[in-house]
């Protein structure tokens, strides 16, 4: 039963054995296709084995189905250095830190290095961990260190 | 080049599965 391909597939995730976790998805998607947890579970795995090449047409194949995998699409696009449609992927979603800082991530690699210091700034205040690291990267690099 | 983390990738997170088991 499906019961039992999600305990294992909650298993895997607990080991980390993503590759294994991918297939229990799949055998989850075979009974139940579309399914909104298997489906994220399948294209997170896909992210934390760094397998970005198979991540991004699992995310393309779910279109048919109401997910909003945006913000996994525009991270894989940014992975690959796919930058202008990463920012597209993210023009549907809600400002959130996870949002923001993949936001500013693209930014960066764009040169876009004001915008990038701005958005930083923003997320001062929701205290996210090695923050500072990517900000005084961005204030470097936008010819601001003295800030 | 000074170094830049991938914060982002710290959001890409599994769904619980906790009601389905
Ligand atoms: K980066």
Redesign the pocket.
Known sequence: PIEDLFTSLNRHIERSEFQQAVKVADQVLSIAPGDEDAMRCKVVALIKADNIDDALPTIQSSQKFPIDFNYFKAYCLYRQNNLEEALESLKSQENNPATMLLKS?IL??LGEMDACVDIYQKLQKSKIDSLEINFVAGLISAGRASE | NPI?L?LAYNYIDFPSLENRM
């Open positions: 991530q960066y690699r | 830049v991938d």
